[in-house]
């Protein structure tokens, strides 16, 4: 199994990015897929997750509103889409199973 995420990239507060999380090496279609960041000096971070068999996605209250999580038709690309992103959306964001790791996408907002 691989998850390799991109779209990172350094923006100004205020500014949209869309991170991707290219999946594959599954044998049946993931159950749930996750985006974690961390950034510098602190914990890892639960971020959004999404339950694929349900549609349900639940999100950290300090994104609610402004990043939303989903997949294409086929699962294999899992989308994070942040909007009005401010400094402290600052940190490596990660996608993951649960047990499968991807290798993180920088992410920077400064004015």
């Known amino acids: 199994v691989k998850l390799v995420e991109s779209g990172g990239g350094t923006v100004q507060p205020g500014a949209s990015l869309r991170l991707s999380c290219t999946v594959s090496?599954?044998?049946?279609?993931?159950?749930?897929m996750s985006w974690y960041r961390q950034a510098d000096g602190k914990e890892r971070e639960l971020v959004a997750t999404m339950i694929s068999t349900r549609g349900v996605t639940n999100y950290a209250n300090s994104v609610k509103g402004r990043f939303t999580i989903s997949s294409d038709n086929a699962k294999s690309t899992v989308f994070l889409q942040m909007n009005n992103l401010k400094p402290t959306d600052t940190a490596v964001y990660y996608c993951?199973?649960?047990?499968?790791w991807g290798q993180g996408t920088q992410v920077t907002v400064s004015a």
């Open positions: 090496g599954f044998t049946e279609s993931w159950y749930a």
């Open positions: 993951s199973t649960g047990i499968h």
